[in-house]
């Protein structure tokens, strides 16, 4: 695995739902690229013992941390902390890509 | 402390030495904002027990991990495993913005 890894090259979506691209993993992370066709989503999940971090590169994004559900475009990250439901809704016209880091890896 | 942040809005520089802007903080992970004028550095360090992601939001980098020295821009992503030497500069001309991710905080 090399340690450097462009995001576009990295970002496939699928027709069928939202495609996570792995970039980097190690025992104490991963970092994916999340890619949302417009209507895709990330239902509602948490995850006990675990911090994620979301950040918007390209497109809009429905983000949802616990109660608090916002739209937010490129240059915004979001904070999952653990045992927090988290949810991510691509509300279109574009083409949504998260990078998504996880510690540790669940 | 809010679960969302704009690096924008969080991008501060200084004349001395790079800024760190930090977004979030928990026991498992921070997530900063490192911001470089021209010919500011990073200088070499490396993490027991931590990983590092840094991600290009905008300028040039020129990213060292170990013995792999590259000049990367905006979309590219680079892994600083624990234990492995790593430094930035910022080769110019433009102001250099990094997203960087540590797992967990030192």
Redesign the interface.
Known sequence: MS??????ANSRFAADKMKKNN??T?E??F?DVYCFEPGQVQTPHSHDG??K?Y?V?AGTAR?S??V?E?E?GA????????G?AHAVTNPGPERLTL?V?M??KP
Chains 1, 2 share one sequence.
Do not use: E
């Open positions: 340690n450097f890894a462009d995001v576009h970039l980097f190690t104490r992370l970092c675990s911090d971090v950040y590169i983000i941390i616990g608090d916002r937010v240059g915004v990250a979001a904070l999952a902390p653990s927090v990078l880091l510690a540790p």
